[in-house]
């Protein structure tokens, strides 16, 4: 299978009725600044480089931004932080992520999202995520070329080791999330935790623009580009 075959799978998708209903009523109701925009209201793939060495993994789409635009980490708050970051660390050609077709492109890296629907208050449930790990996992097997995976937030986190626990057998090794952690993955690839680039952590000073940055750029490092 290849990626473009995943993501036709992944668009068409109707698998957990929660989701659905509050994607479409999102796309319905709409948020005044954008009523006049046609959402996209339906599952979001990934984005980016297919040979990517480099996979950044998200939650899910945002209620406004990817369920609106169609592209992961597209025009909301979170994206602009994030986009701002990978810029200056020289992994996308610019500093924003307004529109799906905007130019935007990514060097070496690839950005998806655990769950690939917008879950009401960001909160999925267990059996969706169990759901839509299927994809994921799919997902993460065709990008082979990859070295480093950043997980963004402790979901993410988790679904990365839950990917590595079904290819082998990790009973006996912890994995605990926290920012700029470091686990070397028996295939060799590197997981590394980092904050989730969302309002709230980043107002909070959880997390800064320099901290992203820095970690990014000791990705590049240890993904050798």
Known sequence: MQLSELENKIIKCKKCPRLVKFRNKIAKEKRKQYINEKYWGKPITGFGNSNAKIIIVGLAPAAHGGNRTGRV?????????????????NISNQSNSDYKYDGLRLKNAYITTALKC????????????????????EEINLLNKSRVIIALGKIAFD???????????????????????????????????CYHPSPRNVNTKLISNKMMVNLFKNAKKLAKF
């Open 118 to 137: 917008v879950p009401p208050g960001d909160k999925p449930h267990p059996l969706e995520l169990k759901t839509c790990f299927k994809y994921f996992k």
């Open 73 to 89: 980490f597209t025009g909301d708050k979170s994206s602009d932080f994030l986009y701002k970051c990978l810029f200056k660390a």
């Open 159 to 193: 679904a990365c080791v839950n990917f590595y626990k079904s290819q082998y057998n990790l009973n006996n090794q912890k994995y605990s999330f926290s920012h700029g952690i470091n686990y070397i993955l028996p295939d060799n690839k590197i997981l590394i935790g």
